[in-house]
Structures are given as structure tokens and as C-alpha cells.
């Protein structure tokens, strides 16, 4: 079981965070270490360091949750058998998308990269058209009239201000 969520943790945000934005350093950049890092002190590593532990906390909430309630993992070849809507998911429906896109914002602050920026507006925009088109719909063919509710209160990226609750 541990290996299940292993293998989607490596390959899903592990490939995002980790492997493309290392080849976007390691081929933008003049030194042959690929990075600059930020100076400590800076506003801006700060600003990153920030962004990092939201998303990072984001995400390992977000894990947790599907492996608790949800009995499943983050990926769609492996998802959820129950409808997670409780912990961060009562304020937004993506919330590991949302994580993942902190901690590229951290990346992109601490390594002081525009392509790393690039590749986070790309990573959004991927996502923003998968979800609606492939993710989304699954999740109405498993869960129903009770993803549907969610859908209709729960906003896709822009945080809600108050929980959301099916009783509400």
C-alpha cells in the first residue's frame, strides 16, 4: 500500500516540482550547477520560503486525505473510492494543484527564474484544462449528485473565505 502512493507522489508532483523545473535550471542557466540560489536576508527568499511551506503543507494534507477517507491516491489511475471534501478541500476543490503551484511560485522566487515562472503558468494552464474536460467529469461518473453539490459550492482554484459543509 505504502508503494501505491509512493509511485504517484514520485511520478505526479514529484516530475512537476522536482524533475522539470531541475531540467529548466539546469538548461537556463550560465553555471554549470544549473541555480543561483537566492541570498538569505532577501524579501524574496522569505517570500519563497512562504510559498514553499503553504504548499508543501497543502500537499501533505491533501495525501493524507486520500489516504484516509478517501482510500485512494492523487492519481488518476488510482483515484479515490470515497469523495474527499473535508480538510482543505472545504475551501477549494484543488487543493493539491494548489499546492503544487505554491511551491513552483517558491521555486521560481528562490532560484530567481522566469522560465520556472513559465513553467508555472503552463503547469496551471494544463491543469486548467484538464480538470474541467477529464477530471471533473469522473468525478460526476463515481460520485454523483453528491459531487455535483460539491461542484456547485466549492470553487475550483479561488479559495472559499468559509468552510463549506453539505449541511450548509
Known amino acids: 500500500m505504502l508503494w501505491r502512493h509512493l509511485k504517484s507522489i514520485l511520478i505526479l508532483p514529484g516530475n512537476a516540482l522536482v524533475v522539470v523545473p531541475g531540467l529548466i535550471l539546469w538548461f537556463t542557466r550560465e553555471t ?44 488518476p489511475w488510482d483515484p479515490t473510492q470515497k469523495l474527499v471534501i473535508e480538510g482543505p478541500y472545504r475551501y477549494v476543490r484543488n487543493p493539491m494543484i494548489s499546492g503544487v503551484l505554491c511551491v513552483l511560485a517558491a521555486e521560481s522566487l528562490f532560484f530567481q527564474s522566469w522560465p520556472v515562472a513559465g513553467w508555472l503558468a503552463v503547469f496551471f494552464l494544463l491543469n486548467n484544462i484538464y480538470f474541467p474536460l477529464h477530471e471533473e467529469k469522473g468525478l460526476e461518473a463515481r460520485f454523483g449528485d453528491d459531487y455535483r453539490l460539491y461542484k456547485k459550492n466549492v470553487p475550483r482554484w479561488v479559495p472559499r473565505l468559509r468552510p463549506w459543509s453539505p449541511e450548509d
Open 32 to 75: 554549470t550547477y544549473g541555480f543561483t540560489p537566492a541570498l538569505y536576508g532577501q524579501a524574496q527568499f522569505w517570500a519563497a520560503a512562504f510559498f514553499a511551506a503553504v504548499g508543501l503543507n497543502l500537499m501533505a494534507a491533501t495525501i493524507r486525505l486520500f489516504v484516509r477517507q478517501g482510500q485512494g491516491t492523487l492519481a
